[in-house]
């Protein structure tokens, strides 16, 4: 999350006017993260989030808002878009496209323990079977056709050494997605983003899973990759923590347990979810774009998460 686009009181006024929302107290621009801009809205109601979406179009952006609203309504503790008058969740802010969300309660938990993680994995695997039936599609756009697409944009930017790892590995990806275990992965809506700093906790309590503007439809396993990958390993490192993964699993199949496919797998899309989030903070380090509270991501962590990745795979 960052500010690219200003939004002024006077229409933070008028869009809280529109969705009945109650009269602006505050309104704060939140620093950190590299895609939308968003603000805290404080009003004599309640407290929201207003997000301006920066690269997604108005075309792609109601799969993300009714995913919400459909995993809301299902009871998954995820933020639940406004809607005015007619029933519309998409608005218009400063020129672009907007939600407003009620703000969750709790806190990121930024050093989980084991109980941390299998309150993730058994709330992941729920929105899993959840989303089922939820009706429309749209792809993981920065899913492996987008890491073929940005690799070439990198590779300028990086040595020797780590442009003959991308290549590898993206080969790798590429034989992989070709394999018949790959094509009998359970598939349905994946957030694709559950970083510790988008989910929100009470104690060790789960209050909320957020910011799903990455989200798709996917392969369940690359969802629950990216878990693994930033709850349970040691961030200075990027060694694999074997408490708080074995929490994790164990609470994930204990709603869903893994298909046969995904056990043989589960280290190859470890290795994807290392490369995918390697490539795109390569991306946004090396080109970044300007906005008023910005910090990009340090590209290396998740270099050496690949690198342990491959060097010690994960076996079920």
Known sequence: MAVFTEVSNKEARELLRRLQLG???????????????????????GEYVLTLFERLTAEQLPFYLHLMKHLAHGGIPVPDPAANKSGDILHSVAGK???????????????????????????????HLVGRDYERQQPNLRALSWWNETAPV?????????????QSELAF????????????????????????DNVMFEGEELTGFFDFYFAG????LFDLSVCLNDWCIDLPTGVHDAERANAMLDAYQSVRPLTAAERTLLPAMLRAGAL????????????????????????????????????????L
Request: proline share 7%; glycine share 4%.
């Open 173 to 196: 990806q590429n034989h992989v997605a070709e394999s018949s275990a790959y094509t009998a992965l359970p598939r349905g809506p994946v957030h694709a983003d559950l970083f510790r």
């Open 217 to 220: 439809v996917d392969a369940w």
């Open 276 to 315: 995918r989030f390697w490539i795109s903070r390569l991306w946004d380090f090396h080109l970044p774009r300007e906005a008023s509270m910005l910090t990009p991501h340090d590209p290396s962590h998740f270099e050496r998460v690949l690198r342990e990745r491959i060097a010690h795979p994960l076996v």
């Open 97 to 127: 496209p907007a939600a407003v969300v009620n703000k969750l309660r709790g806190k990121s938990q930024l050093a989980p323990e084991a109980a941390h993680c299998a309150a993730v994995g058994r709330t992941l695997a729920q929105m």
């Open 154 to 166: 990198v590779l300028p930017h990086i040595d020797a050494a780590q442009k003959a790892l991308l």
């Open 23 to 45: 009269t602006l107290k505050d309104l704060r621009g939140i620093e950190g993260g590299i895609e939308n801009t968003n603000y805290f809205l404080t009003t004599d109601e």
